[in-house]
Structures are given as structure tokens and as C-alpha cells.
């Protein structure tokens, strides 16, 4: 599967990075440009895992070999509000900071 | 070797608890240490100074307690590890001012035991890389030739413990990051088994196959860490509930009948000579011993290198989306709206491997790719696990290289992540099958008079006689530091 720009585009869309951040637009789509080269050769590669014959194998997610159990459900210390808010890049009160969105 | 900081950890624990040295007088040998290193090695990002004095000056006043497993023992922990109110930074901008509010679980139990945290080492961002180059902190050195990488991700790790700095160190294992630094730079490495230690606090890179574990420079050093390290957490629920083994008190395994199974896949690919070299003279050290050599198929470890970059990627595009510069970390100035926030923060803020594994498993979680790149990995990360089980019942332990080069020069595959990630072959199916994998130094290259490793790989949980076997090989291939 060849990776093109359009794909890459998007891809880095759906992952919220622009490759050409702070770049002119020139400079932006050879960035652009070299990444797709760079992730094609990945893909390439990766391709050859449609050569595993694979029908009728269960995908596995965790190589757990025993099923996790939920913890008891009881109250616990943790940090506290101010403890996690003092890493914030900005704040108001007990409230994180963002731009406007409406 | 008369210097405190010579002693290795098995060795200080014993003059500790018999009184013979202070934790105060460790603490500041190892100091001095990394004072005297640094400069060249730059294996630390943070160096905990006034803390490790205080924390030993305080042991020392109630003195040494038989119960606390580490009491006194300098440390160095991979800065992947959350340390409550020392900076955390995972080698990214990203988190380079970012101060935990908590422990990570291990690094509680590491203070319990009465370990002294020494320093924060370097690693490749977000534990991303095999050389630790990626670090946006700055290259660390090989201590055995400064002109080379020292591995990674936990290079910085591998480093400050091959310099003597501490006499033991945390690292955390996705595809080989404990075990192949602690090759590159001749200390012993131990990968734990998938949930035999908690992973709370540990900022997470791809949580199926993230593992914490131990390199020190010997065998019985990485036990006495894993003691403390392991067992169950209820805060990660992928963590055994099995307590913890008395991990120290494995027994030396025996060589004479000892069936080590060799995954063909492996000892196939092209290995530089001198990688070649240190194996064959070990080949023949182990037959002479009575060690039973079993070349295996393991058909499916062909697949791993490309089903781990898938799952790992992917696992790593939903796990590093929380760095969106709102709750921690950094921000971009002065976005436009809320997108240009998260876009600008991450994009400032993230090396170019951590994006590029960043898309690549966006991609292949993305609608159209899922079920061919995500689901089937999935698929054969089974088959590899397969391969593994089958062959471990047919073997005591599977022999493996860990690397098929030894250290290489800064630079050497800066425009090539495709090699580098083949470069992974050795160490990273065993992360897919979740075992326990044990890298030990096997003798040095003859031409470039590097440290060569051999991993032993094992059975789920079977850390006890994995480490038996360990012991064993180091009376037949001598340490190197």
C-alpha cells in the first residue's frame, strides 16, 4: 500500500501534527513530502504481513496470561487538586485554562 | 578497583548490613562519581544530590534495617519513571518542565526498600529509539568507547551503571530497551514477564508490551531489584496478582544438560563478525559444559519486526494523545483556537521519531487500514506467541544474540529508521509473547573490543529459574564490568 501525500495529510490530521509547523510553505510540503518517502519505506516493509496465513487466528491484544481482575471498588487517597493544577500550563481557579471555542 | 562505587550492588548491600560503610559514604562516592563522569558520559538528565544525601544521611541515623532489601543502595532510574517533585521528562520538550505529583509504583516500593535515588537517566524520547540519540536532551556515551551510542532506549541507564556511577538502575523494556543497552555497554539486563511489575507512573509508551526492569552488573543485582520491583499493584490491573519471589536466593542453575533451544530466525540473520565471533567461542564454552544446543523454526518471527511496528505505534498514537498542551506539559503560544493548540503544542513539542510513530499508527488504526495493518499484527503477534510456547516446551530456555552489531557510531543510521528498526530482529518478539528475557554479557568483539550480550528467554513468570540459569552463565562467561 503506497502511502501518498494526501494520506499523510490526512493521517497527520487525524493525529493533530502539521509536519510543516513554523515552516514557510515551501519548506512545509518538502517536509511533507519527506515524511511520506520516510513512511512508505516503513510501510513496505510492514507489508509483508499479508504473507501470514492468518484465517481463523484470534488477533491478540495483551499477552497476559491471566484475565486482569477489576480492583475492590473502595475510596483512596490520591494527589491533590492543587498538586495536579500546579502542572497546568495555565489556569483560573480550580479550572484549566483554553482558548475560546464558541 | 578499590573505589566504593566499584562495588557492585550484591557486594555494597553486604558492607551496608554488616556496618563496614555508611550509606552516606556510598552515596557520596557515587556522587563523586557522576561529578568526575558526567562531563564525558552525560548519562543523566537530572542528578537528585542534596535528596540522595539527605535520604542517606537519614538512613544512616536509624541505620541499617534487614527488612529494606535496598538499604542504602544508590540508584539511577530511567526518567520514564514518575518521581513526585523531581521533574519527569521522558528525554521530550514536551515534558521538560514537568514535575509529577506522585510516585510511579515502582519508585515507591524502591523507597521503602531504602534505596537512595541517585539520578534520572537519559533515554530516547518517550522511550522511542535504540540508541538513545533521539533524546532531545543531548547524546549519551558509551562508557567503553565515547565515539559510540550506548543503545536504548535506556542508554542513559546502561551508561551510568557500565561508568560506575550506581551500581544498579531501573529501565523499562517496549522492544528491547533494558536488554539491548545493557549489551551494548556489558551490564546484565533483565526484561521482566508482561505484568510481573506494575507499570503505575511509568509514562507509557505501548501499554501491551511496556515493561519495567533491573540492569546492574551482575546477575544476583538485577534479583535483588526485582524483589523489590515486582508483585502486585491495583492501580494497574495488567499487574500479576502472584506475589513477588525471593528472587536472591535462585540457585545457581546447571550447565550439564541444560536444553537451550536457538530460534533459527535469529541465529540466521547477519550478525557482524564480531558479534559472530563472541557467540561461537560461547557456542562451544556452553556444548563443553554439557549445555544441549537445539536449533528451532520459529516460522513466525519473521513477521515480528513489521507486527511490532504496527501495535507498537498504534498503542503509542493513542497513548501520547494525551500530550494536547491543556493539562500538563507544554503549550504552544498564543494559538488561534483550540485544534491550532493541540496541533501547535504537540508539533513544537514532539522529536521527529516520536511523530513519525505517531502517524504510522494512526494509519494503521486509521478507517480503510485497521483490519490489514492493526488487526492483522494482532493476528500474528498470536502466531509469534505460538511459536514461542511450542518451543519453550521443547527447551528449558530459548538462547538468543541481542543485538547483531555492537555499539554503534553517533549518526550511523540518523536517515535510516527502516534499518534501524530491523536492527530490533533480536529483542523485540520476545515483547510481543510478554516473557521474561534475561541479556547477558557473553565476552568482548575482538576487533572492536565491545561488550557482546546473549539473552536467555523463558516461561511466563518464571524470573526465578531464569535467573538460576543466569547465574550459571556468568561462572562461564565472566563479567565484564
Redo the contacts between chains.
Sequence with gaps: ?P?DLK??R???E??????G??LSPDEAEAALAK?AD??A???A????????E?SG??????????A?????DRPAD???IE??L?????RVGNF?V????I | MSELYHLTLSEAREKLLDREISASELTAACLGRIERSEPEIRACLTVMAEQAVQTAAELDRRGPDPERPLWGLPLGLKDLYCTKGVRTTAASRMLENYVPAYDAHVVSKLKEAGAVLMCKTNLDEFAMGSSTEFSAFGLTRNPWDQSKIPGGSSGGAAASVAAYQTPGGLGTDTGGSIRQPAALCGCVGLKPTYGRVSRYGILAFASSLDQAGPLARRVRDVAWLLKVMAGPDDRDNTCSTRPAEDYPSAAPGKLKGLRLGLPQELWEARLDPDVAEVVKKAFAALEAAGAVLIPMAMPNLRYSVAAYYILATAEASTNLARFDGLRYGRRSEKPRDLTELYTASRSEALGPEVQRRILLGTFALSAGYYDAYYQQAARVRRLIRDDYFQALDRCDFLLAPVSSLPAWDFGRFAHDPVTVYQLDLMTLPVNLAGLPALSLPAGLGPRSGLPVGLQLIGRPFDEMNLLGAGLAFEEAFPPLL
Design positions: 500500500m502511502i494520506t499523510v490526512h493521517t497527520a487525524l493525529a493533530r501534527l502539521d509536519p509547523h513554523g515524511l520516510e513512511l519505506g516503513i510501510v516493509h510492514i507489508d509483508i504481513l499479508s504473507e501470514a492468518t487466528v484470534e488477533p491478540l491484544y495483551s499477552p497476559l496470561i491471566e486482569p481482575a477489576p480492583r475492590e490520591c494527589a491533590h498538586e495536579i500546579r502542572a497546568a500550563p495555565d484549566y483554553v482558548p475560546k471555542i
